[in-house]
């Protein structure tokens, strides 16, 4: 896997770097949580490994923010199901 800020990575390594399966990769960047591809050529998606990086960061959660997280789910009512 390139080492430089600026390289380009392919959907595998890319995939790889953000320790998803190819189709759990594609889904994120579909969703808009990881950034959409750059297309050099036809049909060869490229990402940039700086772009990457900072969407991962962005996304990484501190501990404390975490666990508030999931303080604030548990004390949460229910939510009602219409039966």
Known sequence: MPNTL?????????????????AAFAKAVAAGRLPAPLYPAPR????????????????RA??????????????APPKKTMA
Do not use: G, Y
């Open 6 to 22: 600026s390289a380009f990575l392919t959907a595998k390594d890319a995939s790889q770097l953000c320790c998803l399966s190819k």
């Open 44 to 59: 060869a998606p490229r990402w940039r490994l700086s772009e990457l990086n900072a969407a991962i960061d962005a996304t």
């Open 62 to 75: 501190l501990p404390s923010e975490a666990m508030a997280q999931r303080q604030e789910a548990k004390l």
